[in-house]
């Protein structure tokens, strides 16, 4: 497991090479061990897909270089477990985004063909991020990996399904965004009124759940 310094108290953990199932799991196992047994002057850490950032208490641990080794082996060395399996939440989508066109083109296919390798896939919310309940979802088929826009809207509406890079999701929030709108769905990714025991429970999809698309339109 590689590390950097990252500023006077942070450190960065490398912990897998490429996004997918296998660096989803090893990530998790990391995420439940600093939960479980933080280490001494922890303040937090952000996961990210391949990457974990952690922050020390200055006065407690000056130097996090100084303790990345031997945290950074005792984390490689986690047993990653096979990930459980999850009911499909199946999630309606309308395939008329402003962008669909453009992912077509860009991508050498039809319309039709777009919606269809998009909604044909079960995907993995790999993370959340970007705005409240904002679910990456991976994998997306290569087929569909197209650059963001060269310009980012000022407003795209909450609900857009839209495709950035090799992930595709969901904008929780009316909000500005690069990705490109393929579609549109009415579930409430991010509803603060759905607040229950958890904090989390206001998000519709949570780190690990698995999600597919089902057309209203094609």
Same mark, same amino acid.
């Given at each position: 497991?590689?590390?950097?310094?990252?500023?006077?108290? /942070?450190?960065?953990?490398?912990?897998?090479?490429?996004?997918?199932?296998e660096?989803? /799991?090893?990530? *998790?196992?990391?995420?439940?061990?600093? #939960?479980?047994?933080?280490?001494?002057?922890l303040? !937090?850490?952000? *996961?990210?897909?391949?990457?974990?950032?952690l922050?020390?208490?200055?006065?407690i641990?000056?130097?996090?270089?100084?303790?990345?080794?031997?945290l950074?082996?005792?984390?490689?060395?986690l047993?990653v477990?096979?990930?459980?399996?999850?009911?499909?939440?199946?999630?309606?989508? /309308?395939?008329?985004?402003?962008?669909?066109?453009?992912?077509? =083109?860009?991508?050498?296919?039809?319309?039709? !063909?777009?919606? !269809?390798?998009?909604s044909? *896939?079960?995907?993995?919310v790999?993370?959340?991020?970007?705005?409240?309940g904002?679910?990456?979802?991976?994998?997306?088929?290569?087929?569909?990996?197209?650059?963001?826009?060269?310009s980012?809207?000022?407003?795209?509406?909450a609900?857009?399904?839209?495709?950035?890079? !090799?992930?595709?999701?969901?904008?929780?929030?009316?909000?500005?965004?690069?990705w490109?709108?393929?579609?549109?769905?009415?579930? =409430?990714?991010?509803?603060?009124?759905? =607040?229950?025991?958890?904090?989390?429970?206001?998000?519709?999809?949570?780190?690990?759940d698995?999600? =597919?698309?089902?057309? #209203?339109?094609?």
């Open positions: 497991m590689d590390w950097i310094s990252y500023g006077p108290h /942070a450190v960065l953990l490398k912990f897998a090479g490429a996004v997918g199932e660096a989803f /799991a090893r990530c *998790q196992a990391v995420v439940a061990e600093l #939960e479980q047994n933080p280490p001494i002057g303040i !937090e850490f952000v *996961q990210g897909f391949t990457t974990m950032l922050e020390f208490d200055p006065s641990v000056p130097d996090p270089a100084s303790i990345a080794p031997e950074a082996a005792k984390l490689e060395g047993p477990v096979e990930l459980p399996p999850t009911p499909v939440l199946e999630i309606p989508v /309308a395939y008329d985004g402003p962008d669909l066109d453009r992912v077509a =083109k860009l991508r050498d296919l039809t319309r039709r !063909e777009v919606c !269809e390798l998009h044909t *896939q079960i995907y993995r790999y993370l959340l991020g970007f705005s409240p904002f679910p990456y979802l991976g994998d997306l088929d290569p087929r569909l990996h197209t650059p963001r826009l060269p980012p809207r000022p407003k795209v509406r609900g857009s399904v839209a495709i950035g890079g !090799e992930h595709t999701g969901i904008y929780s929030v009316e909000s500005p965004g690069g490109n709108v393929i579609g549109h769905t009415p579930e =409430k990714i991010f509803d603060p009124a759905r =607040k229950g025991s958890e904090e989390l429970d206001m998000f519709l999809l949570k780190p690990g698995r999600v =597919k698309f089902v057309p #209203e339109n094609i």
